[in-house]
């Protein structure tokens, strides 16, 4: 079989961070391509991990206009999600977008229609999802043990961990802060594992508080590389904080906290980044210190047991020490080659993207927002 050829859409810190390295370490792969709107970054992604005749460009058009890419990876700001999967699909390509699936519902089923129009594979990064704890966590809720899950709690808090880089916090191209950007990992990981997606109604808040206001000297931040960060209060665009409330139509309900800065002592460092308590009528389990603890009854006694390991760093250009293999990466490639099935589904990432439009529009209105 001949090789999978790729390319690539946006060549910043989640291309370099996540997609780049994973690619890299799967077989049969040619990464060929490589764009983005300032030229040395796709040159320099060519030169580390492209083919010999891998070329760059900084019109995504004309990367599309290659018949023989067989699939590309949209890495862009979420407003720009939309545009690009779109005409990649309708230009023949699979695509992987990278999370969250669309800055809005409406453009998020653009993007289901053209994948339906052109019987393409669409798939969206949500890469929380394969981490192993996340995994343990599935069988554990999958083989009965809890019971039926009636309560949830999403949290991704960061008392201080404002990304600097990028566009984060430019709501024009972000469509939001931290609940469309971490949020929706914890969310994503949450419906996931109780395989729940059949929303009521929705009701949140948002909240600016500190981002505008504290200044560099109160800021406090240690980014992921263990050195003093700080952000400009003055261009701030985004949330800081957000928390939703989440109805099931079977009665089960889920709250929903994302922070980048909030006075709360929890922090990602500790935490483990994304993680999920759930609350079913014979136990219940969460992975807040990155394994799962179930709390269940044994012989007539509350018990709490660890399940599975501790392991940290899954994400390979992002990890301490020798980088892990990519699980999102292994599964893409392998459903590219028709030697597998697709482990995130755009429909379930559409259900994400309507959940975190409700929480900004019951914000906005006061309301709770009515799926159908």
């Not at 400009?232 to 989440?246: C, K, L, M, P, R």
């Not at 292994?330 to 439009?357: C, H, M, N, P, S």
Request: aromatic letters at 10%; one cysteine or more.
């Amino acid at each position: 079989m001949a090789n999978v050829r790729v390319g690539f859409i946006g060549c910043g810190g989640i291309a370099n961070g996540k997609h780049f390295p994973g690619m890299a370490q799967q077989e049969g792969v040619d990464m060929c391509a490589f764009c983005d709107l300032i030229l040395e970054r796709a040159e320099k992604a060519a030169k580390e991990y492209g083919t010999p005749d891998a070329k760059v460009y900084t019109d995504y058009h004309e990367l599309l206009a290659d018949p023989t890419i067989d699939a590309v990876h949209v890495l862009t700001p979420n407003v720009a999600h939309c545009e690009i999967t779109v005409a990649a699909l309708e230009a023949g390509k699979h695509v992987l977008c990278e999370k969250p699936m669309a800055a809005t519902p409406a453009d998020a089923k653009k993007m289901l229609e053209a994948r339906d129009r052109t019987g393409k594979m669409l798939t969206i990064g949500y890469q929380y999802r394969h981490f192993p704890e996340n995994q343990v966590a599935k069988k554990v809720v999958d083989s009965g043990v809890l019971g039926d899950v009636y309560y949830a709690e999403a949290t991704y808090l960061r008392r201080r961990g404002v990304p600097t880089w990028g566009v984060f916090t430019d709501k024009a191209k972000q469509g939001g802060g931290p609940l469309i950007d971490i949020g929706t990992h914890a969310l994503d990981l949450t419906l996931f594992l109780m395989n729940n997606y059949d929303v009521d109604y929705v009701c949140g808040t948002s909240f600016e508080k500190l981002g505008h206001t504290l200044d560099a000297k109160h800021q406090g931040q240690v980014n992921y590389r263990g050195e003093f960060d700080t952000w400009n209060n003055e261009t701030y665009d985004v949330e800081d904080s957000a928390v939703g409330f989440i109805k099931m139509k079977n009665g089960a309900t889920i709250v929903l906290r994302a922070a980048w800065a909030i006075n709360m002592a929890e922090d990602y460092a500790a935490n483990g980044e994304a993680y999920t308590m759930l609350a079913g009528t014979e136990g219940g389990l969460d992975t807040k210190e990155g394994r799962v603890r179930l709390n269940h009854v044994v012989a007539e006694y509350p018990t709490i047991s660890w399940v599975g390991n501790k392991v940290s760093g899954f994400i390979p250009g992002f990890s301490q020490g020798p980088a892990p293999k990519s699980k999102e990466a292994e599964i893409w490639v392998k459903a590219l080659k028709g030697e597998g099935e697709l482990f995130v589904t755009a429909d379930q990432a559409y259900v994400v993207t309507r959940i975190l439009d409700a929480i900004y529009e019951s914000n906005r209105t006061g309301k709770p927002v009515y799926f159908d």
